[in-house]
C-alpha cells in the first residue's frame, strides 16, 4: 500500500506542535502551489509532490531540534508590517510593540512630523514600523552588525521606505555624526545576562547572541544608551528603552542619575514594566 502524503495525514501524523505544523505547512501551500492558508482545509487530501515533501520534512526535522519558526519561513509579523528575517538577526518579539506605540504616540504629539533614532535596529523591525505608520517622519536605524543591517536594508527596500530610513553602522552613537540629534531615541538594546540559563534554551540558542546579551550583566548597553541620551535628544526630546523585566528600577535609576526628566515605565500586554522612558529638560 502506498504511503498517504496528503496534507491532513501528514499533519496528523507530525511531532510538532499542532499550531506550528500549520504555519511551516501553509507556508510549503503557497510557495509550492500558490494556495492560500485556507487550503489546510478546503485541500486537506493534496498529495504533496516530492518537492514539497522535501521541505516539509526538512521543516519538521529542524523544528524539531528547535529551530524558530521565523527562520524556517523566513518572515515574522511585527506591528503592521512584514519583515523578512533570517539568523542574522534577532527576531522582533510582540512585547517590542510598546516601543512602537510610544514612538507614535510622541509623534502625534508632534503633529506627524519628527526626528527619530532606532539604535540596534535589527532587522529594522522599530524603525520601519514607525516609519510605516508615520510617513513625515525621517527615522535613522544604527546597528553594528553588518548583517543585520543587510537585512534591514532588504526589508526597508520591500516596504518602500527608503527615502525615509536611513540605514547606518557603528557602536551605538558613535554611528552618528557629533551635531545628529533627535525628537525620538528608541532601543531595544541586548539586555539579557550573559550567565542567563535561557540563553542554552529553545529558540534563543539560534539568535544571534550579541543581539540578545552584552555579554555583562545586561546593563551595560542600556547605560551606554541613556547616558548618551541627552547629548543626542532634542530639547524635550524622548528616550524610550526595552529592557527586562526585572530590570525596571536599575534602568529608572540611570535615567535619573543622567537628569532626564518626566521618567514614566510602561506596561507589556503581560503587565511587566518592560519599557522606560524619559525626556531631555536640557539641565
Ligand atoms: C535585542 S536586538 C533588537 C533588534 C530589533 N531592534 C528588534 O527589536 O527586533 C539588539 C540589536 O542591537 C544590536 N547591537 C548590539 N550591540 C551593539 C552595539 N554595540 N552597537 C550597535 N548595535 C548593537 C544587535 O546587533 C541587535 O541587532
Given at each position: 500500500?502506498?504511503?498517504?502524503?496528503?496534507?491532513?495525514?501528514?499533519?496528523?501524523?507530525?511531532?510538532?506542535?499542532?499550531?506550528?505544523?500549520?504555519?511551516?505547512?501553509?507556508?510549503?501551500l503557497?510557495?509550492?502551489?500558490?494556495?492560500?492558508?485556507?487550503?489546510?482545509?478546503?485541500?486537506?487530501?493534496?498529495?504533496?509532490?516530492s518537492?514539497?515533501?522535501?521541505?516539509?520534512?526538512?521543516?519538521?526535522?529542524?523544528?524539531?531540534q528547535?529551530?524558530?519558526?521565523?527562520?524556517?519561513?523566513?518572515?515574522?509579523?511585527?506591528?503592521?508590517?512584514?519583515?523578512?528575517?533570517?539568523?542574522?538577526?534577532?527576531?522582533?518579539?510582540p512585547?517590542?510593540?510598546?516601543?512602537?506605540?510610544?514612538?507614535?504616540?510622541?509623534?502625534?504629539?508632534?503633529?506627524?512630523?519628527?526626528s527619530?533614532?532606532?539604535?540596534?535596529?535589527?532587522?529594522?523591525?522599530?524603525?520601519?514600523a514607525?516609519?510605516?505608520?508615520?510617513?513625515?517622519?525621517?527615522?535613522?536605524?544604527?546597528?553594528?552588525?553588518?548583517?543585520?543591517?543587510?537585512?534591514?536594508?532588504?526589508?526597508?527596500?520591500l516596504?518602500?521606505?527608503?527615502?525615509?530610513?536611513?540605514?547606518?553602522?557603528?557602536?551605538?552613537?558613535?554611528?552618528l555624526?557629533?551635531?545628529?540629534?533627535?525628537?525620538?531615541?528608541l532601543?531595544?538594546?541586548?539586555?539579557?545576562?550573559?550567565?542567563?540559563?535561557?540563553?542554552?534554551?529553545?529558540?534563543?540558542r539560534?539568535?544571534?547572541?550579541?543581539?540578545?546579551?552584552?555579554?555583562?550583566?545586561?546593563?551595560?548597553?542600556?547605560?551606554?544608551?541613556?547616558?548618551?541620551?541627552?547629548?543626542?535628544?532634542?530639547?524635550?526630546?524622548?528616550?524610550?528603552?526595552?529592557?527586562?523585566?526585572?530590570?525596571?528600577?536599575?534602568?529608572?535609576?540611570?535615567?535619573?542619575?543622567v537628569?532626564?526628566?518626566?521618567?514614566?515605565?510602561?506596561?507589556?500586554?503581560?503587565?511587566?514594566?518592560?519599557?522606560?522612558?524619559g525626556?531631555?529638560?536640557?539641565?
Open positions: 500500500m502506498s504511503e498517504d502524503l496528503s496534507l491532513r495525514s501528514l499533519l496528523r501524523a507530525s511531532a510538532l506542535a499542532p499550531n506550528e505544523a500549520k504555519i511551516l505547512m501553509a507556508y510549503i503557497e510557495k509550492h502551489y500558490q494556495l492560500p492558508r485556507s487550503a489546510l482545509l478546503s485541500h486537506d487530501d493534496l498529495g504533496l509532490n518537492q514539497a515533501l522535501d521541505e516539509w520534512k526538512r521543516f519538521e526535522s529542524k523544528r524539531l528547535g529551530e524558530p519558526i521565523a527562520y524556517l519561513v523566513g518572515k515574522k509579523g511585527f506591528y503592521n508590517i512584514e519583515l523578512s528575517v533570517a539568523p542574522g538577526v534577532l527576531i522582533p518579539r512585547e517590542t510593540e510598546l516601543l512602537v506605540e510610544i514612538g507614535l504616540r510622541e509623534i502625534k504629539r508632534l503633529q506627524g512630523s519628527a527619530v533614532l532606532d539604535l540596534g535596529t535589527g532587522s529594522g523591525a522599530i524603525a520601519l514607525v516609519a510605516h505608520s508615520a510617513p513625515h517622519v525621517l527615522v535613522t536605524a544604527a546597528d553594528h552588525s553588518a548583517e543585520a543591517l543587510a537585512i534591514a536594508k532588504t526589508n526597508t527596500i516596504l518602500g521606505l527608503e527615502t525615509q530610513v536611513q540605514l547606518i553602522e557603528g557602536n551605538w552613537y558613535e554611528a555624526s557629533d551635531e545628529n540629534r533627535f525628537d525620538i531615541i532601543s531595544n538594546p541586548p539586555y539579557i545576562n550573559s550567565q542567563d540559563p535561557h540563553l542554552k534554551q529553545g529558540d534563543l539560534f539568535e544571534p547572541i550579541s543581539a540578545l546579551t552584552d555579554h555583562a550583566g545586561g546593563l551595560s548597553c542600556l547605560k551606554t544608551i541613556i547616558d548618551g541620551a541627552k547629548d543626542h535628544l532634542n530639547l524635550n526630546g524622548l528616550i524610550a528603552v526595552e529592557h527586562g523585566f526585572d530590570q525596571s528600577d536599575a534602568v529608572l535609576d540611570l535615567m535619573k542619575s537628569g532626564l526628566c518626566d521618567i514614566q515605565t510602561h506596561l507589556d500586554l503581560a503587565g511587566h514594566r518592560r519599557v522606560a522612558s525626556r531631555n529638560s536640557g539641565g
